[in-house]
């Protein structure tokens, strides 16, 4: 289904149309003695003509100018022998144009067998797949306007939807499933208008094996009857990038007064221990920015198949296990998935060009709740580390992929995941924080979340926001072209802000004087090395490396068995760039048990520049595949062909 464009033709496309085709260009050449070479996938990344619609959302086919969905009403029955989810969505719905006869849907593999409105049958059309957006549904609108209601069947290969078995789980005796909806997948398991800007209340009926627990983005009772059929309720209307929806063996444990964590039983107890700091960053970031406004906040842990570190569904923030380290080191993940209930749940972003709105606003707010909650130490050092993922990606994207308000006109949002929204968005917010003041910075943050709360907002409405209010008030410190600068070039704007952070003088020095070959590793004193100080420390590598020298880290630190899923990524990628062949059974156990794409994609892409690599990539892609969700399966089976 997925194609990776045929490379030597794209290359040249590209090439030809930016001078700065950097990614393409060094994926594809360097040290890759195979053919056919492998151009990892950036599509449709010729510029389209005219200009951007502002507000338009491109990757829906629905129609909510005319009418728009208000409700939904679900009652599915979760079948883990056929792989699929069965039943109907019951749509209320807003006509905003009193002569609108049609509701047009978005829907992604979906079977239909009927759309009913009360008894009677109405007329529908299910258009042709239009690529990745998949196929409109077209319902004639019964002239009372009463709710419709679409019986249908999900396919088992859904693109939001991974269907474990039993030993793909902790437990081993039971399935699992969870959905991911963001960022154009819900249609894949409800046919919904899936924009962000639609925004619905929802309940839910879930019918599981009667052993299992269903889990929603919703009101979810940690005392409920495991009966096998479930009730759900999102009374706050929500984008369709949040409906979410797990099913498994799972149990709960309460963290805190309004913080909890479910788990498969065998996870629970290092889950609860890891993340026992979430009531307090949910105070933290109370006490900053405004009331939390989603009641209760519980984190759910998911197989290790989960394809990313986190996913911010309102009221259950969905976690990948990979960070369960036993220390805390990398519990910044849950501060931004909590952060995402102010920035992102709250305030949304209106079309996936806006992205940077939820991520950017998300990262600026998960560094400064680490600063409360942990110190400036830390914050200081992730700051650092975030900053020097931004440069990388700097280094390794089009220049059209490094503006925040970026183009995605014709492009699947999954292609275009860099650390741009994240990373630049934070470093923008941070450098008008120094430029007024955090007090002044924090009180606009603050009246900001509550003058959009449930809203889904452009990038241009920001701006119109900001000109009103910041620019305005601080006329002296702030210019709408600086601002526009960051919103809409490349790169990151001359004497931006840059993180420091004392801690990693010292690793600089130890680095440096064990490449001189003047310390043995084994006598860099290491003692009190946070986790933060290790990644500083292997990020910063020369890019080639003898395998004497990284045998002498290997012997002192035992990198290669390390079990802190960061520290060993980084390791991982440093040893497949140097061939270092002790470490590649290692990599081989990482890549089969991992699922997570930002830890496994940048191996694989490592792995692809040589013939060796390939070959071991795709063997472990190969025995890994069935376990992967179809995300990360997408983004990486390129490499290995
Ligand atoms: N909302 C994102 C995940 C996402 C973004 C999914 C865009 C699909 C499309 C989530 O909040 C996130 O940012 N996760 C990061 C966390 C990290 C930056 C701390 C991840 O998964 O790595
Ligand atoms: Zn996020």
Same mark, same amino acid.
């Given at each position: 289904m997925f194609k990776f464009i045929p490379t030597l033709v794209f290359v040249f496309a590209l090439s030809a149309c930016s001078e700065q085709a950097k990614e393409a260009n060094s994926d594809s050449t360097n040290g890759s003695k195979s053919e056919p070479k492998f151009v990892e996938k950036i599509d449709n990344l010729t510029s389209i003509e005219g200009a951007i619609e502002v507000g338009k959302d491109y990757h829906s086919q629905s129609n909510p100018e005319q009418v728009s969905v208000k409700d939904i009403a679900l009652d599915l029955t979760v079948d883990f022998e056929q792989k699929v989810l069965r039943g109907t969505a019951t749509l209320s719905y807003q006509k905003h144009d009193a002569a609108a006869k049609t509701l047009i849907l978005d829907t992604n593999d979906l079977a239909i067998s009927s759309v009913r409105s009360g008894d009677s049958e109405l007329q529908y059309t299910l258009k042709n797949e239009n690529s990745f957006l998949g196929s409109a549904l077209e319902i004639a609108l019964p002239a009372d306007s009463q709710p419709v209601t679409i019986s249908y069947t999900t396919s088992p290969?859904?693109?939001g939807v991974q269907w474990l078995t039993p030993e793909q789980t902790a437990g081993g005796k039971h399935p699992f499933l969870f959905t991911q909806a963001q960022a154009i997948h819900a249609r894949s398991f409800i046919p919904l208008q899936d924009s962000p800007q639609v925004r619905v209340t929802y309940s839910a009926t879930i019918r599981t094996p009667k052993d299992l627990l269903a889990v929603m983005s919703a009101s979810n009772d940690p005392d409920t009857e495991r009966d096998g059929v479930y009730e759900f309720s999102m009374p706050q209307a929500v984008p369709s990038y949040l409906i979410a929806l797990a099913v498994g063996d799972l149990e709960f444990r309460a963290m805190g007064e309004r913080t909890g964590v479910y788990a498969e039983p065998s996870m629970l107890d290092a889950a609860a221990a890891e993340f026992e700091d979430t009531e307090s960053m949910l105070i933290a970031t109370e006490n900053t920015y405004g009331p939390y406004s989603w009641d209760r906040y519980d984190l759910l842990i998911l197989p290790p198949s989960f394809p990313f570190g986190g996913m911010e569904n309102p009221r259950l923030s969905f976690i990948t296990p990979t960070v369960i380290a036993g220390d805390k080191s990398l519990v910044s993940l849950i501060a931004h998935e909590l952060a995402h209930s102010w920035s992102g749940n709250a305030v949304s972003n209106a079309t996936w060009r806006d992205l940077w709105l939820n991520e950017g606003f998300t990262t600026y707010l998960t560094y400064r709740i680490m600063e409360i909650v942990y110190g400036t130490d830390r914050f200081n050092m992730e700051a650092v580390l975030g900053f020097q993922d931004l440069e990388a990606d700097i280094a390794r994207l089009d220049e059209r992929d490094?503006?925040?308000?970026? @183009?995605?006109?014709?492009?699947?949002? @999954?292609?275009?995941?860099?650390n741009i929204p994240y990373e630049k968005g934070a470093l923008f917010l941070r450098e008008i924080e120094l430029s007024i003041g955090r007090d002044n910075f924090d009180a606009f943050l603050k009246q900001y979340f509550q003058d959009f709360a449930f809203q889904s907002i452009t990038t241009d409405q920001f701006i119109a926001y900001l000109d009103k209010t910041l620019l305005a008030q601080h006329s002296d410190k702030l210019s709408e072209e600086r601002i526009k600068q960051w919103i809409f070039e490349a790169g990151i704007p001359d004497a931006a802000p840059t993180p420091k952070s004392n801690a990693f003088s010292l690793v600089d020095d130890a680095r440096s004087s064990w490449l001189d070959g003047k310390l043995d590793a084994k006598n860099i004193k290491t003692e009190g090395w946070t986790v933060h100080q290790w990644l500083y420390f292997l990020n910063n590598m020369p890019d080639e490396l003898s395998s004497a020298q990284l045998a002498n880290l290997d012997a002192a630190f035992g990198l290669t068995e390390s079990k802190n899923n960061e520290i060993a990524h980084s390791w991982l990628l440093i040893s497949v760039e140097n061939w270092y062949q002790p470490a590649l059974p290692r990599l081989h156990d990482y890549l089969t048990s991992i699922g997570r794409n930002k830890l496994v994609k940048p191996l694989y892409r490592a792995l692809a520049k040589t013939e060796e690599g390939k070959a071991l990539g795709r063997k472990a892609f190969t025995q890994a595949k069935s376990g992967y969700h179809p995300l990360t399966v997408k983004a990486n089976e390129g490499f290995i062909q």
């Amino acid at each position: 289904m997925f194609k990776f464009i045929p490379t030597l033709v794209f290359v040249f496309a590209l090439s030809a149309c930016s001078e700065q085709a950097k990614e393409a260009n060094s994926d594809s050449t360097n040290g890759s003695k195979s053919e056919p070479k492998f151009v990892e996938k950036i599509d449709n990344l010729t510029s389209i003509e005219g200009a951007i619609e502002v507000g338009k959302d491109y990757h829906s086919q629905s129609n909510p100018e005319q009418v728009s969905v208000k409700d939904i009403a679900l009652d599915l029955t979760v079948d883990f022998e056929q792989k699929v989810l069965r039943g109907t969505a019951t749509l209320s719905y807003q006509k905003h144009d009193a002569a609108a006869k049609t509701l047009i849907l978005d829907t992604n593999d979906l079977a239909i067998s009927s759309v009913r409105s009360g008894d009677s049958e109405l007329q529908y059309t299910l258009k042709n797949e239009n690529s990745f957006l998949g196929s409109a549904l077209e319902i004639a609108l019964p002239a009372d306007s009463q709710p419709v209601t679409i019986s249908y069947t999900t396919s088992p290969s859904a693109t939001g939807v991974q269907w474990l078995t039993p030993e793909q789980t902790a437990g081993g005796k039971h399935p699992f499933l969870f959905t991911q909806a963001q960022a154009i997948h819900a249609r894949s398991f409800i046919p919904l208008q899936d924009s962000p800007q639609v925004r619905v209340t929802y309940s839910a009926t879930i019918r599981t094996p009667k052993d299992l627990l269903a889990v929603m983005s919703a009101s979810n009772d940690p005392d409920t009857e495991r009966d096998g059929v479930y009730e759900f309720s999102m009374p706050q209307a929500v984008p369709s990038y949040l409906i979410a929806l797990a099913v498994g063996d799972l149990e709960f444990r309460a963290m805190g007064e309004r913080t909890g964590v479910y788990a498969e039983p065998s996870m629970l107890d290092a889950a609860a221990a890891e993340f026992e700091d979430t009531e307090s960053m949910l105070i933290a970031t109370e006490n900053t920015y405004g009331p939390y406004s989603w009641d209760r906040y519980d984190l759910l842990i998911l197989p290790p198949s989960f394809p990313f570190g986190g996913m911010e569904n309102p009221r259950l923030s969905f976690i990948t296990p990979t960070v369960i380290a036993g220390d805390k080191s990398l519990v910044s993940l849950i501060a931004h998935e909590l952060a995402h209930s102010w920035s992102g749940n709250a305030v949304s972003n209106a079309t996936w060009r806006d992205l940077w709105l939820n991520e950017g606003f998300t990262t600026y707010l998960t560094y400064r709740i680490m600063e409360i909650v942990y110190g400036t130490d830390r914050f200081n050092m992730e700051a650092v580390l975030g900053f020097q993922d931004l440069e990388a990606d700097i280094a390794r994207l089009d220049e059209r992929d490094e503006i925040l308000a970026i @183009d995605l006109r014709g492009r699947d949002p @999954d292609d275009v995941f860099s650390n741009i929204p994240y990373e630049k968005g934070a470093l923008f917010l941070r450098e008008i924080e120094l430029s007024i003041g955090r007090d002044n910075f924090d009180a606009f943050l603050k009246q900001y979340f509550q003058d959009f709360a449930f809203q889904s907002i452009t990038t241009d409405q920001f701006i119109a926001y900001l000109d009103k209010t910041l620019l305005a008030q601080h006329s002296d410190k702030l210019s709408e072209e600086r601002i526009k600068q960051w919103i809409f070039e490349a790169g990151i704007p001359d004497a931006a802000p840059t993180p420091k952070s004392n801690a990693f003088s010292l690793v600089d020095d130890a680095r440096s004087s064990w490449l001189d070959g003047k310390l043995d590793a084994k006598n860099i004193k290491t003692e009190g090395w946070t986790v933060h100080q290790w990644l500083y420390f292997l990020n910063n590598m020369p890019d080639e490396l003898s395998s004497a020298q990284l045998a002498n880290l290997d012997a002192a630190f035992g990198l290669t068995e390390s079990k802190n899923n960061e520290i060993a990524h980084s390791w991982l990628l440093i040893s497949v760039e140097n061939w270092y062949q002790p470490a590649l059974p290692r990599l081989h156990d990482y890549l089969t048990s991992i699922g997570r794409n930002k830890l496994v994609k940048p191996l694989y892409r490592a792995l692809a520049k040589t013939e060796e690599g390939k070959a071991l990539g795709r063997k472990a892609f190969t025995q890994a595949k069935s376990g992967y969700h179809p995300l990360t399966v997408k983004a990486n089976e390129g490499f290995i062909q």
